[in-house]
């Protein structure tokens, strides 16, 4: 499995962006996909996560302002961020956990920045 994150961007506060990545390769053993962000400084976090079957976690600090989902086709995995805050500026790296013919696997995009002002 492959990942490709796009979307970043410079935003103000309150303003919003969409977060693509694109998966190429074994995607139908993908069980898991997500996102982390890093901000300067700040360790990596879990933003939002969405399953195979479709359940959804969140960090407490976006939820109700972001929104994960699948495209249809599986293949393709969105984060709606809105009203976005100075406090959102990281950047956010896509993942995947797939099923390996030796165990779980995660996987990782490269990074998108996304920086927003007051």
């Known amino acids: 499995v492959q990942l490709q994150a796009s979307g970043g961007g410079s935003v103000q506060a309150g303003g919003s962006l969409r977060l693509s990545c694109a998966a190429s390769g074994s995607i139908f053993s993908i069980k898991t996909m997500g996102w982390y962000r890093q901000a300067p400084g700040k360790q990596r976090e879990l933003v939002a996560r969405?399953?195979?079957?479709?359940?959804?976690n969140y960090k407490d600090s976006v939820k109700g302002r972001f929104t994960i989902s699948r495209g249809d086709a599986k293949n393709t995995m969105y984060l709606q961020m809105s009203n976005l805050k100075p406090e959102d500026t990281a950047v956010y790296y896509c993942?995947?956990?797939?099923?390996?013919?030796?165990?779980?696997?995660?996987?990782w995009g490269q990074g998108t920045l996304v920086t927003v002002s007051s």
């Open positions: 969405i399953t195979s079957g479709g359940d959804i």
């Open positions: 993942y995947a956990n797939h099923q390996t013919g030796w165990g779980r696997e995660n996987v």
